[in-house]
């Protein structure tokens, strides 16, 4: 008879809670507890590729465009090495004089994040070619402390505005993607970068120059040296102290900053813009202006966009929505770099489960197709990553290697593996270079 009472008595409490908890319930927290503890501010969402990716998926016939029709007549082999001549030429011209210079700017997603990749090739190019310093470098970056290259350290009063996230802002976005402002209305904000002996070619300090935008202040300074903000852009050359870029700035509020210039009047420079999240598209948002006058400044004779690896989770088997997006962002990039040539670097192999084994994500073929036909339509050069690596579950035997060379998400090469990328990624346009020199 207990046990009954107990029972209904245990019954009634139930009832009772979950009569309170639906009364409640439109009052309490969407989530009580979190599931799990994530770092948000590392987590970078691509705005301009969840905006195309959705119209694509509502409206399928705006994805297709000519690159579509094109590629069944697009050759496996195509490496668009034809449309690197004017780099090669620049080359050339290094090679035979080397009080001349050659700039290349190398943008790309996580997979340079920290100067990988970027830090290896730059130093095969200037082995060869001469030349030293780690190039361009923005004002702050998400990732300074990994960086191997530089001590790249600045004050928390440093405002960052990233194309990745934001659409429109004013002033335009640098050369970097970002726009920097300084939030303390005195200005006591610094910078410090010093480079490092990680690689041979980057341990001294030879000239920093710092790049900054239009503004109406008229009182700002930088290590007492004031800031003419008159022009659309600006520069001014600064002297290290001792070999570190020591920047003091004072009343510099609404003046937008880029970055600074830390390279040898002469030789190779190759600039590293990672961009974590990215896909390639925010480069939409250059102002043609601006990047003008950056290309006047710096003169860069290549640019390489080495994106994919976002891009792989927002399609399946028709990734032309991409295609027909990518191929306007490189003719915009023509225009904002008009002597400049462009290379594509496609994406590298990315394993995830297929049937419970880990093996190459069915997207990669097809992601792979789109780029591949987007560099032929800009009449850009190519370099198939995915191949070079070696092609089909490439990614699992680079994670399951002795040493391991890429990390445990089947995507991102870690310093081995990145060494090993920048080897093939040089020797491949190394053998176009070889190749224009003896057909000319």
Known sequence: ????????????????????????????????????????????IDSLMIQAANEAENNPKTGKNDSTELSNQIPKEYDGNEYL????EA???????????????YYGDSMIDGDLITQDLREHFQDRFGGGGVGFVPITSESAKSRASIV??????????????????????????????????????????????????????????????????????????????????????????????????????????????LDEPNGLNLDNFSS?????????????QLMNDFDKSLDYDLIVLH???????????DYSWYGNSMTKVVNHLKECFP?????????????????????????VAHLLEAQRNYAMLTQSGFLDLYDLMGGENSMVNWVDSEPSMANKDYTHFNSRGAEKIAGLIYNQIIKGYEDFKKNN
């Open 91 to 105: 080359l050339r011209s290094l090679e035979n004089d080397s009080g001349r210079k050659v700039r290349i700017a």
């Open 339 to 363: 002597n400049t040539d462009i290379l594509i670097i496609s994406t590298a192999d990315k394993a995830s489960k297929v049937d419970g084994k880990m093996q190459t994500d069915p997207s």
């Open 152 to 261: 790249h350290q600045f004050s928390s009063d440093w405002k960052d505005i990233s194309f990745v996230t934001n659409f429109k802002p004013k002033p335009s976005f640098g050369l970097s993607g970002h726009v920097f402002f300084i939030t303390d209305s005195i200005g006591s904000a610094w910078l410090k970068i010093r480079p490092t002996a990680y690689k041979k070619h980057n341990s001294s300090l030879d000239q920093i120059t710092l790049y900054y935008g239009k503004s109406k202040n008229r009182s700002g300074t930088v290590n007492l040296q004031p800031l003419i903000a008159d022009s659309l852009l600006n520069s001014i050359r600064l002297s290290p102290k001792g070999n570190i870029a020591d920047l003091q700035f004072r009343h510099a509020a609404e003046i937008p900053f880029y970055g600074v210039s």
């Open 1 to 44: 008879m207990k046990t009954n009472n107990y029972f209904f008595q245990s019954f009634l409490t139930l009832a009772f809670a979950a009569v309170i908890f639906y009364t409640a319930k439109p009052f309490l927290p969407e989530r009580l507890f979190e599931e799990t503890k994530t770092d948000s501010k590392n987590i970078i």
């Open 85 to 88: 001549i004017r780099f090669y």
């Open 307 to 317: 994106f994919g690896a976002n891009v792989l989770s927002y399609g399946k088997k």
């Open 276 to 288: 974590r999240g990215n896909s390639g598209l925010p480069f939409s948002l250059f102002d043609t």
